[in-house]
C-alpha cells in the first residue's frame, strides 16, 4: 500500500474508534524503499499527521528479521517510530521466550512506546495447553498494556480457542487481553467469535478488500456476528464503508489482489507454512524445474520442522525451516547443503530452545560442516551507534538516514529520493465512480443522464448482443 492510499482515508479511520492500527515494521522500511521508492520516514509522519486520536503500532520482532539485528539498531530505529508518532509496539519473541520478551520490552519502553506483548500460538507435540498456561504467567509477570493471543498461521479451531483463551485469562489476572488471528484455514472469523464468547473484549481484524484470505477477518462480518449474539460494538462502520468501497476501487484500479475467504484446507496444519512462504516455495522449485515438487517439498517441510524442534512457524524461523526443505529437494540429499542460517540455529544464536530441542543425529550432522565450524568462532557483531554512523556517513549522518543506509543500498536509496513525493490519491468513495456503479445495479431503468458542473454521463442499458 502507498503512503498516497493511506493518507487519503486517514481522517476517516481516525474517527471511527480504534484502539490502536498497525502502521509499520522493520521489513516494511525495505519495501517502501525497494519496491514502492518512498521514505518510510516521511510515511510515518504523514499518517501520524492525520491519524492524532488513534494510537499508531510498529511490529517489534525479537532479533528483528532474518539477520540477527544489533541492539543498537534496534533501539535507534524505535526511537524514530516514537519521535515520529508511533505510540505502541507490539511484541513477540519467536520462541515465547521470557528473556527475549524481557529485552525487547526494555528497549521499546525506553523509546517511549507503550509495550503489547504477543503470545504466539501453535500446534506440535510442545505447544500444550499446559505450555500457553506456562507463558501466559510468565507474560502476566511484565509491565505491559495488554496481552495479544496471536495466531498469525490461522492455525486456531473454534474448539482449541474455547480451551485456550479461557486459560490464558485465568492465568494473566486483570491484563486485558486481545485476540490476532487469521483466515488463513477459513475458520479465523468463527474463532473471533469464540474468542467474544469467552470474554475477549478487543478483536484485532483488518477492512474489506484487506480481510481474509491469509489476512485478518472481516470487521464488518466479526461486527455484524457479534451483534447477532447479542454483544454490542463501539467502532463505528458507517464511518468506514466508504474508506473499505475506497479501499476496493484503489485495489481494481492499481491491480492490486481482493481479499476473499478461502475453503478449509487441513494440510495447513500439517506444514504450516504462512501464505506469503509458500509462493516464495513454489518459486524456488520452478527456477530449477522441479515446479512439480511442491507436494514432496511441504512433507519435506513437516520433516525439517520436526528435526528442528517445532520451532513456531513465525519470521525469521518458518523461512529458516521452508529454505531448508528447499534445498533438500533440489539437491536431492537432506542437509548435504545447509543454510547459514540453520547452521547458526543449530549453534543456538537463534534462540536456546531451537538448539537444545534439535534431532541429536540432525544437529551433529549439521555441526559437522566445515562451514559450521567456520560459524561457531563468530560472534553476532553488537556495534555502538557511534561506530555504525561513522562506517555509514561520519558524525553528522541523521539517525533516519544511518538506518537507511544500514538496511538498503545508496543505490536503493537514491532512486526511492529521485522518485519525489508520495502521489496522491484522491479519496472518492462517494462520487461519481460509485454513483454510476450504484444505478449500474438497477434494472428498472432503461436510460440513466448524469449531468453535473463539467461532466455529462449518458447510461443507456443494451442487449447481451450490444
Same mark, same amino acid.
Given at each position: ?30 519495501? &517502501? ?23 499508531? $503500532? ?50 521499546? #519502553? ?7 506483548? *504477543? ?28 496481552? &495479544? ?10 474448539? @482449541? ?29 468463527? &474463532? ?28 464488518? *462480518? ?11 460494538? #463501539? ?69 525439517? $520442522? ?42 543456538? @544464536? ?18 559437522? &560442516?566445515?562451514?559450521? @565450524? ?46 519525489? *513525493? ?18 449500474? @445495479? ?25
Amino acid at each position: 500500500m502507498r503512503t498516497g492510499m493511506m493518507l487519503a482515508v486517514a481522517d476517516r479511520m481516525d474517527q471511527a474508534g480504534f484502539i490502536g492500527m498497525e502502521l509499520m515494521s522493520s521489513s516494511h522500511i525495505k519495501k &517502501c524503499v525497494r519496491e514502492l521508492h518512498e521514505d518510510p520516514w516521511e510515511r510515518i509522519r504523514l499518517v501520524a499527521g492525520r491519524i492524532r486520536q488513534t494510537p499508531l $503500532r510498529v511490529i517489534i520482532g525479537g532479533r528483528n528479521g532474518f539477520e540477527l539485528t544489533p541492539e543498537s539498531i534496534q533501539r535507534v530505529f524505535l526511537e524514530r517510530m516514537s519521535a515520529n508518532g508511533v505510540r505502541q509496539g507490539r511484541i513477540s519473541d519467536e520462541w515465547n521466550d521470557p528473556a527475549g520478551w524481557r529485552k525487547t520490552l526494555r528497549i521499546a #519502553t525506553a523509546a517511549g512506546l507503550e509495550p503489547i506483548l *504477543n503470545i504466539i500460538y501453535s500446534v506440535s507435540p510442545k505447544h500444550t495447553d499446559a505450555y500457553f498456561a506456562e507463558r501466559a504467567r510468565q507474560a502476566a509477570t511484565l509491565p505491559v498494556v495488554r496481552l &495479544c493471543f496471536k495466531d498469525p498461521g490461522g492455525l486456531l479451531t473454534p474448539d @482449541r480457542t474455547r480451551v485456550l483463551v479461557p486459560l490464558i485469562m485465568e492465568n494473566i489476572g486483570e491484563i486485558p487481553l486481545e485476540f490476532h488471528t487469521h483466515c488463513t484455514t477459513g475458520l479465523g472469523p468463527l &474463532c473471533a467469535l469464540e474468542a467474544i464468547k469467552q470474554g475477549v473484549r478487543i478483536i484485532n481484524t483488518a477492512l474489506p478488500p484487506l480481510a481474509n484470505g491469509s489476512s485478518n477477518p472481516s470487521l464488518f *462480518n466479526v461486527a455484524a456476528n457479534a451483534r447477532s449474539l447479542g454483544y454490542e460494538t #463501539t467502532v463505528d462502520e458507517e464511518v468506514l464503508r466508504p474508506v473499505s468501497d475506497y479501499f476496493t476501487q484503489t485495489a481494481r484500479r492499481e491491480g492490486l489482489p481482493i481479499g476473499a475467504p478461502v475453503e478449509y484446507d487441513y494440510n495447513q496444519y500439517l506444514h504450516q507454512v504462512p501464505g506469503g512462504m509458500i509462493s516464495n516455495l513454489r518459486h524456488q522449485l520452478a527456477r530449477v524445474g522441479l515446479g512439480n515438487h511442491m507436494e514432496g517439498a511441504l512433507e519435506e517441510v513437516v520433516r525439517v $520442522r520436526e528435526e528442528l524442534g517445532y520451532p513456531i512457524m513465525v519470521t525469521p524461523l518458518s523461512q529458516f525451516v521452508g529454505s531448508q526443505a528447499a534445498i533438500n529437494i533440489i539437491v536431492g540429499e537432506r542437509y548435504k547443503e545447509v543454510t547459514d542460517q540453520v547452521i547458526l540455529y543449530a549453534l543456538g @544464536r537463534w534462540g536456546r530452545e531451537g538448539s537444545e530441542s534439535m534431532d541429536v543425529n540432525i544437529k551433529d550432522r549439521i555441526l559437522a &560442516c566445515p562451514r559450521a @565450524r567456520e560459524l561457531a568462532a563468530w560472534e553476532p557483531p553488537e556495534p555502538t551507534i557511534q561506530e555504525l554512523r561513522a562506517k555509514y556517513g561520519g558524525p553528522g549522518l541523521s539517525d533516519e538516514e544511518l538506518l537507511l543506509r544500514y538496511f538498503l543500498t545508496q543505490e536503493e536509496i537514491d532512486t526511492m529520493r529521485a522518485a519525489g *513525493n508520495p502521489r496522491e490519491y484522491p479519496f472518492d468513495a462517494g462520487s461519481v465512480t460509485r454513483l454510476v456503479g450504484g444505478f449500474a @445495479r438497477r434494472a428498472n431503468y432503461a436510460q440513466i443522464q448524469v449531468r453535473s458542473e463539467g461532466i455529462a454521463l449518458n447510461l443507456s442499458r443494451g442487449t447481451s448482443e450490444s
